[in-house]
T-cell receptor, first 113, second 111 residues
Framework: NAGVTQTPKFQVLKTGQSMTLQCAQD?????MSWYRQDPGMGLRLIHY???????DQGEVPNGYNVSRSTTEDFPLRLLSAAPSQTSVYFC????????????FGPGTRLTVL | KNEVEQSPQNLTAQEGEFITINCSYS?????LHWLQQHPGGGIVSLFM???GKKKHGRLIATINIQEKHSSLHITASHPRDSAVYIC?????????????FGEGTQLTVNP
């Protein structure tokens, strides 16, 4: 199994550009989520999904969109990038039942100029 | 105030020392996770516990539900243990797999 994969690993954008961060998992997990990690702060939840066709907002959803058309894929879209979105982004997945281990992707380091 | 507080924020140790990282939380939880983030950025799950104690190799995790406190211990520390250790909790008020994270503890083990 590849586990959780993310692309790209690094990205530089200019303010106002849009882009999609890709996330895929091959473990048939129902739950997938996107986090951002900033210096001095814990991982913060952006959006999450409990299954294909179902998404919901986390703590910091503004400026981001998600969709879940298949169990495997959970892309994160930046609609109009801003310097405040400079961060490291992690995708994670797990079974939806309580008390399950979460598996993390390798992360995407995004810089918005 | 964060719902999950870790201490210390930074910890430097000499190889072989016994290390303790603490995590306190302020609300009811259904589970607590300890994660390790390597210098390269990858995050892996070390433990998930809702009571008592778990051990894996040189790592031991304990939790005291009444005191809302957990500790991660590393015995006979080694430079390869240098990483950020993150505590995360599943709040009882939320269902399923949503986690709330502490800020992490940066551990450096010198040879």
């Amino acid at each position: 199994n590849a586990g959780v994969t993310q692309t790209p690993k690094f990205q530089v954008l200019k303010t106002g550009q849009s882009m999609t961060l890709q996330c895929a998992q091959d473990m048939n997990h129902e739950y997938m989520s996107w986090y951002r990690q900033d210096p001095g702060m814990g991982l913060r939840l952006i959006h999450y999904s409990v299954g294909a066709g179902i998404t919901d907002q986390g703590e910091v959803p503004n400026g981001y969109n998600v969709s879940r058309s298949t169990t495997e894929d959970f892309p994160l879209r930046l609609l109009s990038a801003a310097p405040s979105q400079t961060s490291v982004y992690f995708c994670a997945s797990s079974y939806w039942r309580e008390n399950n281990e979460q598996f993390f992707g390798p992360g995407t380091r995004l810089t918005v100029l | 105030k964060n719902e999950v507080e870790q201490s210390p924020q930074n910890l430097t140790a000499q190889e072989g020392e016994f290390i303790t990282i603490n995590c306190s939380y302020s609300v009811g939880i259904s589970a607590l996770h300890w994660l390790q983030q390597h210098p390269g950025g990858g995050i892996v799950s070390l433990f998930m516990l809702s009571s008592g104690k778990k051990k894996h190799g040189r790592l031991i995790a304990t939790i005291n539900i009444q005191e809302k406190h957990s500790s991660l211990h590393i015995t006979a520390s080694h430079p390869r243990d240098s990483a950020v250790y993150i505590c995360a909790v599943r709040l009882r008020e939320t269902s399923g797999s949503r986690l709330t994270f502490g800020e992490g503890t940066q551990l450096t083990v010198n040879p």
